[in-house]
Each structure stands twice: as C-alpha cells, then as structure tokens.
C-alpha cells in the first residue's frame, strides 16, 4: 500500500476541505488569546492568564499553519519544550531537561488518557499520534504536576485535547508527499445521527524513507504508518454528556540494532524490522450541575503491542477516573478525585533482553484534592496532594502549593513550590540486558573479553525531588506581552534522588551463548 503513494499523488494532489464554522484564533486580540481556557494546573477549566503555572498553549490554528504532520514536530512550536531527532522514526521530547529516547519525567495525555509505556515510563513518540486537523489546542506546563496528574510528571505536561465531533462536521481529504516523508494522506468525515449526537470518523496514513549518516551509508529507519478512529459525543441534556471515542493503530519502522559478541570486532550490526500495533477505547460521562459544580468519569481501556528480534511485548491497560468539583465556600473551590489503573503485560524474551518473570500485573490505586482559595480579588491560593499506592515503591505522596497574585490587570505574579515523583518502571525492576563487551586488555591489563550486563534492581527507589518556582506576566499593550518563569530543583529533603542500576563484569571464553 505504501509504495503506492507516489502514484496516488500524482494522480490526485487534492486538498478537499468543508468544515463547520469554528473560530478563527488568527482574528483573537492578545487579550482574547490570554482568556484562553487550560485546564492542567486544576483539573478545571480557568484563563490561561490566571494560571499559577510556566503554561504554554498551542492552538489549533498554529498547528495547521506550523504544516506539521506529526506531534513532535508540532511540540517543537512550544517554548522550552526540547524536541531531539534521533533517527528518521523515534525523537526524544522533554522539559527541563534529562532528554532522551527514554526520556522519563514528563507525562503526556491525550484527552486525558496517560500514553507514556508502564515498560519504561517514557513515550514512544511514533506511535502516539491524532489526525492533527482535529486538534483543539496542545496545553502544555513546564515544571512538576504531580499534585493533581501523579507519578512521571516530574518536569512537565503534555496535554493534547481533541475538538468535539460537532466542531469537526463535514468532509477532509489531505493528500501529500516528498523526497523524505514519500507520501501521507488523512481522511476525515463528520456528521451527525439527531441534533444531540456526532461523530466524526478517520483515517491516516505515511510512509516516510530513511535518513543517510555522514558517509552516504543508510540508516535502514524508514517507516510507514496506518490509523483509524472514530469520535462520537452525545449532549444527554441537563447539563450532561458522554463522550466514546477510540483508534487503531500499525507501525513498521526499521532500525540498526547493535549486538554485542564475544568474537572481534565484539559488536554485530542487524537491520532489523520492528511491528508496533495497537489500539484504546475510551469513555467520559460528565454532569455539570452548574458553574460551580461538575462531576466527571472516564474509563478507558489500551493495548499496545512490540515485536522485532530484541523485544516481543504485549500490554494491556485498563483505567477509571472520577472527580468532582464544587464550591465548598464563597471564597473556595474545591476539586477531588479517586484512580484506579491495571497494567499487564507478557514479554518474549531473548538472549540479549529479557525481562524476569515474564508476565506480571500491576495495580495503581491514586486520590488527590486541591483547593483553590480566593484570599482576596487579586491574591489566589492553591493547595493540594495527591496519593498514589504503586506496586514498586507503595504510597507515594505529591503535595504542592501555588499562589497568584495580580497586583494590576497588566501584571500577573505566581510562586510555586511542589514535591513530584518519577516511580520504577518494570524495566527498572526487571530487566536484563547485554549491554556491550569491552575487548582484551580495556578494562585491565591482559583481561580477556568483558560482557557488561544491566539488571534491574527490586530495591530501587522513586525519583523525588523538591521544586521551586517562580513567574511574571506582563501585558504591555495590544499585540505584547512579556511572560518570565524561573525555577529551582533539588532533591526532597530527607531524601535521595536514586538512578541505579547494577552491572555485573563476567569474564568468558568466546562461545556460541553468553553463559551469564
């Protein structure tokens, strides 16, 4: 089907676009844009400009003016997120540093659905994906957000949210292509079944050709990519609506494993293919009883799968979350919520990546509270924690304290400060992995070849630390504005910040097998 591309092009190059009428946030002045609504700091809807928060908004219009076509080039947009290219089909996203392929301390949600890997607590960006056309806005907070979201939101969020099916009625085709990305085509059709249900159906599709190193030589990275999804909300009246929506999804991506051997030159190159396919369903109900009043649960369900000669997983995740807000005084606003999420998942292991046992389960029970208290008309308080029971490290608990103060409608100041956790993953606990084999005389004098293996450690603590931060905002006149944030991170006190994992050296002669 892939191949096909150039030709499909070719014969058709058509852009077919009738939509709904939707707002055009080019017309918005800066200070429509600064009343945008995000809801990450409070699981609540409030203004972008009385976030006590480093908040980023990324609108839909910028993402369809940006020309991107896959959500790290469209992050790459957003200031202080660290977008890094690693080959032709894998990229590194992260704030605040520690960025990576495995980059893990910022989470990511799209409409609220976690999608960073359980496996090593990181995204893989390649196959976390939207028909980007349907994108409302991408919210994102540089710095922890562990006291309302939990574990892994240690140094940002990421929050991509959908428009609603109403918004996107009518017919989409995009069809396209290149030298590098050889050709990419999105279909979308949304209608409505009575005047208080629509939905909205895809589809996408690219393939895209490797990249060169310095000498010519090819990185055997190309990859194709093949989704469909569907969007259906339904307005249930009195203030209530649901909302069902899920995709599916195929990935083939190639890559150049490198293999360790005990024979020179001590490392083995293989081209290898790697088969990612997946898929979630997901449903939220949500009552608004008024203004000062809401409450909402989503469940979802999301299964991914990994095969190619190194790593064969299958995982399944199931997820329950339910919150309520309301006013608890004239001057107070309070949002709680409960959490139940269950992993499971089956590796195949190999000689040279394995994970012991096999087959495990792991359970996450979480709660949080937040109150926001309006101290006065310009000073606002917001307190909260959340608590969450891992099958790692047990109770983990993320308090924080954030304060807004707006002095003048042109000057907005916040502080923060917030404790935030990065839990084990399973590879942390269980993973086993030939690493690489130094050659004779490298690690001493006459020594024969070493293999280095990593091994996953049961003892291994959370990540936790203690942030501090600090904002400005300062809208000069129509059109300017000026937005400062600092911060300060360290360890939480009594605590240590725990990276670890145990090599073990094992001296053999060259064999078919390693015997460690």
């Given at each position: 089907?892939?191949?096909?591309?150039?030709?499909?092009?070719?014969?058709?190059?058509?852009?077919?676009?009738?939509?709904?009428?939707?707002?055009?946030l080019?017309?918005?002045?800066?200070?429509?844009?600064?009343h945008?609504?995000?809801?990450?700091t409070?699981?609540?809807?409030?203004?972008?400009?009385?976030?006590?928060a480093?908040?980023?908004?990324?609108?839909?219009?910028?993402?369809?003016?940006?020309?991107?076509?896959?959500?790290?080039?469209?992050?790459r947009?957003?200031?202080?997120?660290?977008?890094?290219r690693?080959?032709?089909?894998?990229?590194?996203?992260?704030?605040?540093?520690?960025?990576?392929?495995?980059?893990?301390?910022?989470?990511?949600?799209?409409?609220?659905?976690?999608?960073?890997?359980?496996?090593?607590?990181?995204?893989?960006?390649?196959?976390?994906?939207?028909?980007?056309?349907?994108?409302?806005?991408?919210?994102?907070?540089?710095?922890?957000?562990?006291?309302?979201?939990?574990a892994?939101a240690?140094?940002?969020?990421?929050?991509i949210i959908?428009?609603?099916?109403?918004?996107?009625?009518?017919?989409?085709?995009?069809?396209?292509?290149?030298?590098?990305?050889?050709?990419?085509?999105?279909?979308?059709?949304?209608?409505?079944?009575?005047?208080?249900?629509?939905?909205?159906?895809?589809?996408?599709?690219?393939?895209?050709?490797?990249f060169?190193d310095a000498?010519?030589r090819s990185?055997?990275?190309?990859?194709?990519?093949?989704?469909?999804g569907?969007?259906?909300?339904?307005?249930?009246?009195?203030?209530?609506?649901?909302?069902?929506q899920?995709?599916?999804?195929?990935?083939?991506?190639?890559?150049?494993?490198?293999?360790?051997?005990?024979?020179?030159?001590?490392?083995?190159?293989?081209?290898?293919?790697?088969?990612?396919?997946?898929?979630?369903?997901?449903?939220?109900?949500?009552?608004?009883?008024?203004?000062?009043?809401?409450?909402?649960?989503?469940?979802y369900?999301?299964?991914?799968?990994?095969?190619?000669?190194?790593?064969g997983?299958?995982?399944?995740?199931y997820?329950?979350?339910?919150?309520?807000?309301?006013?608890?005084?004239?001057q107070?606003?309070?949002?709680?919520?409960?959490?139940?999420?269950?992993?499971t998942?089956?590796?195949?292991?190999?000689?040279?990546?394995?994970?012991?046992?096999?087959?495990?389960?792991?359970?996450?029970?979480?709660?949080f509270?937040?109150?926001?208290?309006?101290?006065?008309?310009?000073?606002?308080?917001?307190?909260?924690?959340?608590?969450?029971?891992?099958?790692?490290?047990?109770?983990?608990?993320?308090p924080?304290?954030?304060?807004?103060?707006?002095?003048h409608?042109?000057?907005?100041?916040?502080?923060?400060?917030?404790r935030?956790?990065?839990?084990?993953?399973r590879?942390?606990d269980?993973?086993?992995?030939?690493?690489?084999?130094?050659?004779?005389?490298?690690f001493?004098?006459?020594?024969?070849?070493?293999?280095?293996?990593?091994?996953?450690?049961r003892s291994?603590?959370?990540?936790?630390?203690?942030?501090?931060?600090?904002?400005?905002?300062?809208?000069?006149?129509?059109?300017?504005?000026?937005?400062?944030?600092?911060?300060?991170?360290?360890?939480?006190?009594?605590?240590?910040t725990h990276?670890?994992s145990?090599?073990?050296?094992?001296?053999?002669?060259?064999?078919a097998?390693?015997?460690?």
């Amino acid at each position: 089907m892939y191949r096909l591309f150039p030709l499909i092009i070719g014969a058709l190059l058509a852009h077919w676009q009738p939509v709904a009428a939707q707002v055009d946030l080019t017309t918005l002045s800066l200070e429509d844009l600064m009343h945008i609504e995000v809801s990450l700091t409070s699981r609540t809807v409030e203004r972008l400009i009385d976030t006590p928060a480093a908040v980023y908004v990324l609108t839909g219009q910028d993402l369809r003016r940006s020309r991107a076509t896959t959500l790290p080039e469209a992050l790459r947009l957003v200031p202080g997120v660290e977008v890094a290219r690693i080959d032709a089909n894998k990229w590194g996203v992260a704030t605040r540093g520690f960025n990576g392929r495995f980059a893990n301390k910022l989470l990511v949600l799209i409409d609220g659905r976690a999608v960073y890997t359980p496996f090593f607590s990181g995204v893989m960006w390649e196959i976390k994906d939207v028909l980007l056309e349907d994108v409302e806005r991408i919210e994102v907070i540089r710095g922890p957000g562990g006291t309302l979201w939990g574990a892994n939101a240690v140094n940002g969020i990421i929050n991509i949210i959908t428009a609603s099916a109403q918004n996107t009625q009518g017919g989409l085709v995009k069809v396209g292509g290149g030298t590098k990305e050889r050709g990419l085509m999105r279909l979308r059709y949304g209608g409505n079944l009575d005047e208080n249900t629509h939905f909205r159906i895809y589809g996408k599709a690219s393939a895209h050709d490797h990249f060169v190193d310095a000498s010519g030589r090819s990185g055997a990275d190309d990859w194709q990519m093949g989704r469909g999804g569907f969007r259906l909300d339904r307005n249930l009246g009195t203030g209530r609506s649901l909302t069902w929506q899920g995709d599916v999804y195929r990935v083939e991506r190639g890559q150049i494993y490198r293999f360790p051997e005990l024979t020179p030159p001590y490392i083995r190159l293989v081209e290898d293919d790697t088969r990612l396919a997946g898929g979630h369903l997901q449903g939220r109900w949500q009552h608004t009883f008024a203004d000062s009043s809401e409450l909402r649960l989503q469940v979802y369900y999301d299964r991914t799968e990994w095969d190619d000669e190194l790593i064969g997983e299958i995982r399944d995740t199931y997820d329950l979350d339910f919150q309520h807000r309301f006013n608890w005084t004239e001057q107070q606003e309070l949002v709680w919520g409960v959490g139940y999420r269950f992993t499971t998942d089956n590796f195949d292991n190999s000689p040279i990546f394995a994970l012991h046992p096999e087959h495990r389960g792991s359970p996450l029970y979480s709660a949080f509270v937040q109150d926001r208290i309006a101290l006065n008309e310009r000073l606002k308080l917001f307190l909260g924690t959340k608590f969450e029971h891992n099958d790692f490290t047990g109770i983990e608990y993320q308090p924080g304290a954030r304060l807004l103060w707006t002095p003048h409608v042109q000057h907005v100041i916040w502080t923060a400060i917030t404790r935030a956790v990065r839990t084990p993953s399973r590879a942390d606990d269980d993973v086993r992995l030939l690493n690489r084999v130094l050659p004779p005389g490298e690690f001493f004098l006459d020594s024969p070849p070493i293999l280095a293996i990593n091994t996953g450690d049961r003892s291994f603590k959370s990540e936790r630390l203690l942030a501090f931060e600090l904002g400005y905002r300062l809208h000069l006149r129509q059109g300017l504005s000026f937005d400062l944030a600092t911060f300060y991170i360290g360890p939480a006190p009594g605590l240590e910040t725990h990276i670890r994992s145990r090599n073990i050296h094992c001296r053999t002669q060259p064999a078919a097998r390693f015997p460690c």
